[in-house]
């Protein structure tokens, strides 16, 4: 079983920034493919970007390209998303995942969720 515990998220105006970070633990001794995604209200969960395991090829949503970037922290089990020149329409709940593989979309465990609203 492994667990992903998240932090960071809140409340900001358009323009700024705000790093997301995401920690896994339970079976340390394995690399695992990241990635992250949000839900906005009244919509369907949606990829937002995804790293793999050695921290050396990342791919990102059309959306988001240019403006976040996912890192991977000294740590295996640490993981970033750094969200730069953010929008009112980047508010949503944002979720860490472990990926199955690292070209797909499918989890295999989430994080628990952390708010993100951009005020414009």
């Known amino acids: 079983q492994v667990q992903l515990v998240q932090s960071g998220g809140g409340l900001l105006q358009a323009g700024g920034s705000l790093r997301l970070s995401c920690t896994t633990s339970?079976?340390?001794?394995?690399?695992?493919?990241m990635g992250w995604f949000r839900q906005a209200p009244g919509k369907e969960r949606e990829f937002v970007a995804a790293?793999?395991?050695?921290?050396?090829?990342?791919r990102y949503a059309d959306f988001v390209l240019g403006r976040f970037i996912i890192t991977r922290g000294n740590s295996q089990n640490l993981v970033y998303l750094h969200m730069n020149s953010l929008k009112p329409e980047d508010t949503a709940v944002y979720y860490c995942?472990?990926?199955?593989?690292?070209?797909?979309?499918?989890?295999?465990?989430w994080g628990q969720g952390t708010q993100v609203t951009v005020s414009s």
């Open positions: 339970g079976r340390t001794s394995i690399w695992y493919n």
């Open positions: 790293i793999n395991w050695r921290g050396t090829d990342t």
């Open positions: 995942a472990v990926l199955r593989t690292y070209a797909g979309n499918e989890a295999s465990y």
